[in-house]
Structure formats: C-alpha cells, structure tokens
C-alpha cells in the first residue's frame, strides 16, 4: 500500500476514535439546559437532565462508517491470514465459530458487528480477555482484520449499523446451533 | 498387609457407625478382602461418615461412602428434597462439601461461595462471599470459565479464583480470610482446579495448557496463604524441585535438567504441563500426587524432544515440594491428551500380591496401574476405544505410536482416536471396596485433526489444533459410557453405553449403588454389582459436576449434585437435544423428606 493511503486510513482511524468517544458527549441542547417550560411559569434548569442527553437515539456516522479497503477480496484474504499468524483463531475458531472467545460468524455482537464496530473492539480490546490489537498492528492491518471477520457470516453492512443496535436489522438469520462444536472450539481442553 | 487390615476396620467402623436400625442394604462382607481378590483404599482423614468434607471424600480419591440409608432397595424413591441456584450460567464442575451442619458451594466465574444452613428446610443462605474476580480471566480460560471444587479445613473455606488468585473464607462468617496472587492473569494463566488440603497445607495448580503458560503445582500455608513451595513442570531440576530424592526407575527419567533438554531451546518456559485435575496424598509416604498437562504449543512438529515433565505425574515430597519420583504417560504429547486426570490410591492384589498402587485413567485412553511408592508401572490397558498407539512397550514403558495418527501442519488426519479430550477428562471415578470396581464415566469419540503452526504472543492461545470430533460410530454413534472397571483385571466388568459424553463425578457408596449424572441432564443410580439402573431423574440441565451423599442434621441421608452444562461437554453442543445451560444444585432424598420430616412448617390458611 502506498504511503498517501496508509496516511488516510490512520486519518480515518483516529477519526472514529474522536468521533465514537465524541458521540457520547453531544446532545441535544435543549436536553442538555435542561430549560422547560412549565405551566407555573417557572423557565430555569431541570433538577434532572431530560430527553435524549445520553445520545440513545443518535450515535452519529461514526459507527455507519464502510470499511476503507471496500470488499477487496484481497483485503480479506490477507486478514484471514493474519487471523491466523496473531492466534486469533485460537479464541475465535478457524472459521470464527467462537471457542474460548464469541463466535464471529453469527448475528450477536456484544459490541456491534458493523466494520466500525469490529475496528474499535479489535483496537481496543474488551473487557472479558480480547487483548487491545492497537498497539502491535498498523491500522492497515486493523482493518484487514476487519474485512475478514466482516466476511465470516455474520457482519453487519455499514448502513444497518444504527438499525442493527435496535434489532431492526433485515435479512438475519436464526443464530446457527454454536458450531463452535462441531468447528472445535480450539482451546478445549489441556488446560 | 497390617495396613490393609487396618483400613479395613476403619471402613468396617465407618460402615456400622452409617447404619440405621432400619436399613436394608446387605452387611458389608469382609471376606472377600480377605481372599485377596479385592482391594482397599486408606479413608484417610476419616471425619463423620456423614460429612463430605473434601472433593473425593478421601486423600485417596476413592469418592466412596459407607453410608447405605439410601440402597438398591429404595433408591427408587429417592425425590428432591430442595434445589438451589447460584446465578452463575457457567459450568458447574464442583462437588458441595458438608461439614458442621452446613453445605458450602461455590459458583463457576464469579466465583461467588454460598453457606447453606442444613438445619432448616430449604437449606437458607447462611453468608454469601463474593469475590469479584476479574472479568479479563473468562477469556483466558480455555474450556469454560469453570472451577472444579473447593476445600475446606482449619475453619476455612479455600479455592482458585480464575484470575489466579487463592482465597480463604472463614466458615462462619463468609469473611476474607486471605487472598495470593499467584500468576497474571493478562498473560493467560487461569486457575480452575480443586485445591486440595492436608494438614496446614493448601495444594493448587495453574490452568493454561494452550496459553503458553508455565505450568506450576504449589503449596501454600492454610493460616496465611503464604507460599511454601513452587514446582514448575518444565525447566531446570532447580525449577522443576528435582534433587538428591529423586528416584528415575526408567532411563529416560536418569539425567540433568531434562525438563531443558527435552526441548528446542527457549521453548521450555512456554512448554505448559500445567496442573489442573485432582491432587491425591498418601499419609504414610507423605507424597502429594498429581498430573500435568500438554505440553505448548499443541503443534508437536515445532517442539521435538520427550517435551519433560509435560503429560507426566509426579510424586512429591508434600513438606518441600522436592520431587520423588515421575511418570510420562504420553512422551512428546501430540494429541493434548495431558495427564492431569486423577489418581486414585488403591492397594490392589497385582499377581497375587498386594500392591499400593496409584490407578489412573488417562486421557490417552490406557488405564495405568503403577507402584505409588516407586512409580513401578505395573498395568497398562486400554479402557476404551483408541487408534493413536498400536499396543504398549513394555521395554521402554511407552505407548507405541501409530505412524498414521501423527498429526500434519496444514493436512487434516482423519479418525484419530480419542481426541485432544481423550476416551475419559478429568471428570472423577468413584472407587467401591465393596465390589472391587472403579466407576468411570468416559467417552467414545474420535477427532479429524489439521494443524496449523502459532507463535508465542502472550496472553493469546499458543495452540495450532483446528478439530472435528464426532463418535468412534459414527453420525447418530453414541458419545459416552459409564464403565465399571476391574483395576486388577485389567478390563471392564460392565459398561452403560450413553448417547452423550459422560462428564461426571461418579460416587459409589455402602448402599451399593453408583450414582452419575450424563450431559444431556439424566442423574442416575445403578446397581453397583451389575449396572442395572435403578432410578433417573431428568434434571434442568447437563451434568457435569460430582454428586456426593451425606446425613443431614436429621440422621437422614441425602444426595446432591449439581446441573449446569459446560466445559469439556460443550463439544456436543451441535449435537441434537444437548441441553441449555443452567445453575442448580439438586439435592435428593427418600420420598424427597427434608429435616422437617416433610411437613409444611407455614401455617395454613385460616379455616
């Protein structure tokens, strides 16, 4: 990849970090103030902060953002491959079927499956052991990494992203019975 | 033989002190010890033959009682009592101890320890003790974020906290005691094992086979929690405690610091051969017994050597830890079939000669009978169904590898039996002196295997396996089997095929029965002589935990287990009817009678 390209990607990158933590802190105004009319005649601050001040009917672009690689087949080819060489496959099963960590190819996310999503939980890591990825790759390869879990049966299109939160996603499938089973499961079991 | 004779009368005692006036199973016979043609166990530390005050019962691991209240003649009648949830939609692995009037249960992660009061009906929560462990470790851990037991002794309650802390609670009150780091749990060490106490000792393991671990088996003091000792399974003698005590019976044993050299270099320190099955003691010897696991990574083409002291067992000094002697059960482990599964201490006529030997169903599928004093191996015969070794050499004191089982980087190698799980896990047998057999729930099932090569990356899974399992049968085969074994035989006495894994503890009690449980939710009692089945109840979900029996304060005897599907078992979960999870302890007794005798203690409404 060229330079100018992997300049942007980490541009955009850093743009969903600021956007999705930004979301969270902008609001409506008029929510925010807190300033209601009453039939009193009293305008002043609320004693509790109303309407849609903590962003639960709005979470922005941010999350609807595509994948910058597109669906390069080459871009999930070279992420499978990394699946493999970071040992995620080791957690998530060598075609995402979960094992130790969540199936990756069904229709539950715990943190969102849309390609934003899936950058921020790979980047960050999450709380129940997923390691933060961010710091040992490149955001080339975040969202490489991306693409191929976006490929494995279960990832949300950028624009159902908002729809999905609500379980309004159209086209699902009935979750398959865990073929983490039958894939493996991996860690099980030598301890 | 003074010893037999002696364990002998204790058991006799224990018996007579369990009976009631009106029970009716057959008087223990001792004749049949007498004759030689069956074993015995030592039921050290004893304790009330109505307590179950540690996992097995025993340091022996027999998982016996002398109680006979609840027999072949009205186990059929057997009704719960009450039931109990702990919240936790984890594998439920654990047996609930019973000591003072009170049973102490603790949850998978969380890891949360309840104290129910057995005095009253419906055994009420006495304390709850939450340790709020971190929630990092559930994606460390393997196989389901599982514990497999809990110890009790000195006033405490102790056990593992997957994140690889020791805990100590005080059986009164529920309060801390102590808490030891023992591992980080960032880099993939988890703690699941039962830990074990003798004496003011605690004895604990690390989990962490695929994670590239360390593995270590230690022994901290039971009124600090301070460490005393730390043996490593790999690594230096120094590391790994092996010293002037230590006795190799088999050449490959006889050399320094093959713990290093058994491996490419560099590679030991990541080389697993953690421990997280059962611990047993013999207080005669004072030798603490346990199992290690695979070595790491599970690809073997990127570890040649014997990989020492992975897949073993060790025999140590419990005051110091120094190692007497070891036994690799699968050298260069190719298959994870660890070695972790318990030993059970029997004294066995082996050729006409008493024997006290350790008895251990492997994962590799050989049911090895070894001398516990000298680790002598005196028997090793397959238990079930295995295509990976083509007999045992008994020169080398090794299983013979078929060629065609080898796994491949990159290929997939069909039918390997068993699989990384083995034809038995660490799930516990029950030992009876009254027939002579060993009760083991086991597997029948096989692995197509394809390897992948992996890197160390810490706190990621150091693993490579990419498997299918299904039945040694084939699809619709069956996938499990409770075996009544005959350790001085050598073979089966009977076997009840099942249709899903069996991944339970197995009791086996005075009353001649044998009580275990199947993943998809059957608990069952059967006929300890010939495996009729006697009584079933369908619980609410799998079972893989290990039942126990034990009196209530009402003199009458109960049984308990608990249902919660997980672990290992999950295997099957695309299998046809496997249950969903669950979080309840059963607890059963005849015509379900509680200490209230079975009355209503709330008033009736007004007439």
């Given amino acids: 990849m060229r330079a100018p390209a992997i300049v942007a990607i980490a541009l955009t990158a850093a743009v969903i970090g600021a956007s999705t933590t930004g979301w969270i802190l902008s609001s409506d105004d008029h929510a925010r103030n807190g300033v209601i009319p009453t039939n009193m005649g009293y305008r002043g601050p609320a004693a509790v902060p109303l309407g849609d001040v903590a962003g639960a009917a709005s979470f922005g672009a941010a999350i609807s953002m595509p994948n910058p690689l597109g669906d390069d087949p080459m871009a999930v080819e070279s992420g499978k491959k990394l699946f493999r060489a970071m040992n995620c496959a080791g957690c998530h099963g060598y075609s995402g079927g979960g094992g130790m960590g969540p199936a990756l190819n069904d229709h539950y996310w715990r943190y969102g499956g849309a390609p934003a999503q899936i950058y921020k939980s790979i980047y960050e890591g999450r709380p129940q052991g997923m390691p933060a990825w961010g710091r040992a790759l490149p955001a080339d390869q975040l969202w490489r990494l991306t693409a191929y879990v976006s490929s494995l049966g279960g990832g949300v299109p950028p624009e159902q992203a908002e729809a999905a939160l609500h379980g309004d996603t159209a086209g699902r499938t009935v979750r398959k019975a865990q073929d983490n089973a039958a894939e493996g499961g991996n860690g099980l079991e030598g301890q | ?607």
């Fill in chain 2, 1 to 607: 033989m003074v010893r037999l004779r002696i364990a002998l009368a204790i058991a006799g005692l224990m018996g007579l002190a369990a009976c009631q006036p009106n029970d009716t199973a057959s008087p223990p016979t001792h004749s049949a010890f007498a004759r030689g043609t069956h074993g015995s166990f030592n039921p050290a530390p004893g304790g009330a033959p109505g307590d179950w005050t540690s996992q097995a019962r025993d340091y022996a691991n027999s998982r016996y009682s002398p109680l006979n209240q609840i027999n072949t003649s009205n186990v059929g009648r057997l009704r719960a009592a009450w039931t109990f949830s702990d919240g936790a939609l984890y594998g439920h692995e654990g047996a609930p101890l019973v000591t003072g009037n009170t049973m102490y249960t603790v949850s998978p992660f969380p890891n949360r320890a309840f104290a129910l009061d057995l005095t009253k009906p419906g055994a009420p929560i006495k304390w709850v003790y939450d340790p709020a462990p971190s929630p990092m470790a559930i994606g460390k851990a393997c196989c389901d974020p599982v514990l497999r037991g809990w110890a009790v002794g000195d006033g405490k309650l102790v056990y593992n906290l997957l994140d690889a802390h020791v805990v100590a609670v005080d059986l009164k009150s529920g309060k801390e005691l102590w808490r030891t780091k023992m591992a980080d749990v960032s880099r993939g060490t988890t703690m699941t094992m039962a830990a074990f106490i003798v004496g003011n000792k605690v004895f604990v393991g690390n989990s962490g086979g695929e994670m590239g671990v360390a593995g270590w088996f230690a022994a901290l003091d039971l009124g600090t929690g301070k460490e005393l000792w730390r043996a490593y399974a790999t690594g230096s003698d120094k590391d790994v405690k092996i010293g002037p005590r230590f006795k190799p019976l088999y050449p490959q044993y006889a050399g320094k610091d093959l713990g290093l050299k058994t491996w490419p270099p560099g590679m030991a320190q990541h080389g697993a051969g953690s421990s997280w099955g059962f611990v047993s003691y013999d207080p005669e010897l004072n030798l603490v017994y346990y199992g290690t696991s695979n070595p790491g990574p599970r690809v073997p083409s990127q570890r040649p050597g014997d990989n020492l002291w992975t897949s073993a067992v060790f025999a140590r000094d419990a005051d110091t830890g120094e190692a007497v002697w070891a036994y690799q059960f699968t050298p260069h482990d190719q298959w994870d079939y660890d070695g972790v599964n318990e030993m059970m201490l029997l004294d066995l006529p082996i050729n006409g000669k008493l024997r006290h030997t350790l008895v251990h169903f492997d994962r590799n599928t050989y049911a090895y009978v070894l001398d516990r004093a000298t680790g002598e191996v005196l028997k090793a015969d397959t238990f079930a169904p295995q295509n990976w070794s083509t007999g045992f050499d008994w020169k080398t004191k090794r299983p013979i590898i078929n060629p065609a089982k080898i796994p491949k980087v990159g290929e997939e190698v069909k039918n390997i039996c068993p699989p990384d799980i083995g034809q038995k896990d660490w799930e516990p047998p029950s030992y009876s002196p009254r027939t002579g057999l060993i009760y083991a729930g086991i597997f029948n099932i096989c692995m197509d295997l394809t390897n992948h090569k992996v890197s160390y990356i810490a706190g990621t899974p150091y693993d490579g396996m990419e498997m299918y399992r299904h039945s040694v049968d084939g699809k619709g085969g069956d996938w499990g089997a409770l075996i009544a074994w005959d350790p001085v035989a050598g073979k089966r006495a009977w076997s009840i095929p099942e249709k899903f894994m069996v991944m339970s503890g197995t009791i086996a009690t005075a009353g001649d029965l044998v009580f275990y449980g199947t993943t998809d939710g059957w608990f069952k009692a059967v006929d300890a002589r010939n495996g009729k089945l006697l009584w079933r109840q369908k619980l609410s979900s799998g079972v893989i935990g290990q039942p126990i029996t034990y009196l209530g304060p009402d003199g009458r005897q109960y049984v308990a287990v608990a249902s919660g599907v997980g672990g290992a078992a999950m295997v099957q979960s695309a299998l046809p009817g496997f249950p969903a999870r669950g979080s309840t302890l059963y607890v059963f007794s005849v015509d379900g009678l509680d200490v209230n005798g079975g009355k209503p203690t709330a008033r009736r409404g007004a007439p």
